[in-house]
């Protein structure tokens, strides 16, 4: 039991990542705030331990709530792990629309303010924490055609950095993980309009990566764990690859 009653957010806690990350520490012991905009899979989870937000988190006021109401039911937040985000399907740079890049930027940029704000709030008062954000190795080995998901995945790890200086005097760290092509939903949205998806993943993903398989949601919940961790206790500002080699 690593994180016996520490309490964690989790947002993007219905996606791949997300939901692996709430089973692997609510088995370490944690109480988990699970966030996301869907919940299907998380309502199917039951555990005493788990409190489940369903709602968007690019409204302010949801966000703010969330944190409010979880240092009412617990004494302090001890985590915030971020894995909430979209991809982009690969596109030229000419035929991307200015929505396109506004709504990306939005959910994985300006979401990650909004809920490190409020982290930071209570995480400064308590003067203790952790802060997990998930960005992509893309934004160190980039792909063609990806170029407004791996800018904002490239912000976030800038951002994370930021606040790892900023908050260190609070006692509080900020890391981000990058990880490589993760065989979740998400891995197929990143195909070309035109393109098979599986073919894709298998021709484009899979072959990416040096250790010769794609990366598992597992991967991702252990390595987050860790971070979480008191092991990791003097780890800040750091940029974890967790990508089988693929950004050597
Ligand atoms: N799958 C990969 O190959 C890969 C590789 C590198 C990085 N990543 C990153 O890892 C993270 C997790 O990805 P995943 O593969 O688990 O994807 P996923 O699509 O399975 O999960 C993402 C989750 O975020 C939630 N979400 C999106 N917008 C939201 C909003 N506005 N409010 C609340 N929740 C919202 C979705 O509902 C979904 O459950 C993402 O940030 C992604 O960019 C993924």
């Not at 520490?25 to 988990?32: D, P, S, T």
């Not at 909430?84 to 596109?91: D, L, N, V």
Request: net charge negative.
């Amino acid at each position: 039991m690593r994180l016996q009653n520490k309490t964690i957010i989790v947002t993007g806690a219905n996606g791949g990542m997300g939901l692996e990350t709430v089973k692997t520490l609510l088995q370490e012991g944690a109480n988990i705030i699970a966030c996301d905009i869907n919940t299907n899979q998380l309502v199917m989870l039951e555990n005493s331990k788990l409190t489940i937000y369903d709602g968007n988190l690019l409204d302010e006021t949801h966000v703010q709530n969330i944190f409010s109401k979880t240092t009412e039911q617990y004494p302090k937040i001890d985590g915030l792990v971020n894995t909430a985000g979209i991809a982009q399907r690969a596109t030229p740079i000419d035929d991307v629309s200015l929505d396109e890049w506004n709504k990306t930027m939005e959910i994985n940029m300006t979401m990650l303010f909004l809920t490190c704000r409020e982290a930071a709030k209570y995480m400064k008062k308590q003067q203790s924490g952790s802060i997990v954000t998930i960005a992509s190795i893309s934004a160190v080995r980039p792909r063609p055609g990806l170029q407004t998901y791996v800018a904002s995945k490239g912000g976030a790890e800038s951002f994370s950095r930021a606040l790892a200086i900023e908050l260190a005097e609070n006692n509080v760290r900020v890391n981000t993980i990058h990880p490589g092509p993760c065989d979740t939903n998400m891995l197929q949205q990143f195909t070309a309009k035109e393109a098979d998806s599986e073919v894709t993943k298998e021709e484009v993903f899979r072959k990416s990566v040096p250790l010769g398989k794609l990366l598992t949601p597992s991967d991702i919940a252990q390595s987050i764990l860790f971070l979480l961790t008191e092991e990791a206790s003097m780890i800040t500002g750091a940029a974890l690859n967790v990508d089988g080699g693929r950004g050597i």
